[in-house]
């Protein structure tokens, strides 16, 4: 088994063809643009989104929905149009996208070079663009598909913590600009945003922290800050990916320090804590996110994790990582994220 472990150490990853990587760039390119625009509409910048709609009566609501489609594309075709023309505006909806993309390509660029070092073959990251507010950041992530086994636990763990480590470590100087050009807004003035919508973030421990560190009240309403709201998005994805379930990160990582059976029950724990926190929040704060995290682990507890061709335990300073990465966890996971009021 050691002979095969090395071999398959030595191994050489696939290389990608120029055609793979002019198709993985269109899918960046796609995203920055979708993601762009998000930035600029609510929730996450200050154009309104159908400002002035009525919503009385169901002839009102009827009405509404026949005309959306619509009412969203010439809502996108403006936009663009002032992105075109607006500089200012161009600037906070690339402040929004750059950074944004920034964390999530350094999430997935971890597990890519962990994959080469360990000779696993993997794609590219794939940029997952959503039309502006449907999907509301204009992006719902990014992902690399793993194409061959892994050759031990050692690999396994290292592939699985290097992506979320890596984005979270991407995520602090955003973070820190945000909270640098941090401007409250005064008594008089519309809060744009979020707030207009009815949405409130409810904010992570990291966030917290670093509002602490630099003297930042996060009770007072503030202008629309690109920064923060990559960083708020970055420590989301973070949390989500550090769930001990199925082939989520923190699935892979609690496989290779535990084993397949603690990683079943885990799953399963993670997937009922979930349902129960959902029921919570939208009881407690009408906050539906609870949901649709809730319905991902439902589908993440059914995945089987591959088993590594080794299965010799981790080692001692593994484990100390996997205790860092717990700690990254608790710094990003907030259980109602997003509230409605």
């Keep these: 088994m050691a002979a095969q472990e090395f071999y398959l150490n030595r191994r050489k990853a696939m290389r990608p063809k120029m055609g793979t990587w002019l198709r993985h760039l269109l899918l960046l390119v796609v995203t920055l643009v979708t993601a762009t625009i998000a930035g600029v509409l609510q929730p996450f910048g200050a154009k309104p989104v159908f400002a002035d709609v009525p919503m009385e009566t169901w002839s009102d609501v009827a009405g509404f929905f026949y005309s959306l489609p619509r009412n969203y594309l010439v809502l996108i075709v403006q936009t663009l149009q002032e992105l075109a023309t607006n500089g200012a505006l161009l600037k906070q909806g690339l402040s929004f996208s750059a950074s944004l993309l920034f964390i999530l390509t350094a999430h997935e660029s971890g597990h890519y070079i962990a994959c080469r070092i360990y000779g696993v073959d993997a794609t590219l990251p794939y940029f997952i663009p959503t039309p502006p507010m449907i999907g509301p950041a204009g992006t719902l992530g990014a992902f690399i598909k ?150 991902l682990l439902g589908v993440m507890m059914r995945i089987r994790h591959p088993e590594p061709l080794d299965n010799t335990p981790l080692d001692f300073k593994r484990k100390a990582v996997a205790a860092l990465v717990l700690l990254i966890f608790i710094l990003c996971f907030v259980p109602f994220p997003i509230q409605i009021r």
């Design 146 to 295: 793993i194409l061959s086994p892994m050759p031990s636990r050692n690999a396994t763990f290292d592939i699985g913590v290097a992506g979320p480590i890596a984005g979270f470590i991407a995520l602090i100087p955003v973070a820190i600009i945000g909270f640098l050009t941090w401007q409250y807004a005064p008594p008089q003035a519309v809060v744009p945003g979020a707030a207009n919508l009815g949405f409130v973030f409810s904010d992570p421990l990291m966030m917290q922290l670093m509002a602490w560190i630099f003297n930042v009240n996060l009770s007072v309403p503030t202008l629309t800050n690109p920064f923060y709201f990559a960083a708020w998005l970055g420590l989301l994805v973070t949390a989500l990916n550090l769930i001990p379930s199925g082939q989520l990160d923190g699935g892979h990582a609690i496989y290779a320090v535990f084993g397949e059976r603690i990683h079943y029950w885990t799953g399963r724990i993670a997937f009922a804590a979930m349902a129960l926190f959902s029921i919570a929040g939208f009881y407690l704060y009408n906050s539906p996110s609870g949901f649709l995290f809730a319905v």
